[in-house]
């Protein structure tokens, strides 16, 4: 569950790579959720998440919710199947 992070000007570019569950939710917040308000902008690459669940998709909506607070303005970008099949199964592809 790599989190690699490259801020560049004002927008910081995150990837997430491999899963996205339960077992790592926890330590991929650890290593997000801080960096919410360091830039101006934070684009977020989806495209290598192999696995997504319930735990996964909680995080990735209080991100969602607290990068505005942060002061940061998210962009999700590159959803990878894992991803588009769980927002398409919770009714969330928008």
Request: aromatic fraction near 4%.
């Amino acid at each position: 569950m790599p989190l690699l992070y490259e801020a560049v000007d004002d927008t910081a570019h995150v990837q997430i790579d491999g899963e996205q569950t339960i077992y790592t939710a926890a330590d991929l917040s650890a290593l997000w959720l801080p960096r919410l308000g360091a830039t101006p902008r934070m684009e977020v690459d989806l495209s290598q998440i192999t696995e997504i669940d319930g735990a996964g998709l909680q995080l990735l909506l209080m991100a969602l919710r607290e990068a505005p607070k942060a002061g940061t303005q998210l962009t999700l970008t590159g959803r990878s199947q894992a991803v588009n099949e769980t927002l398409e199964l919770c009714n969330l592809q928008a």
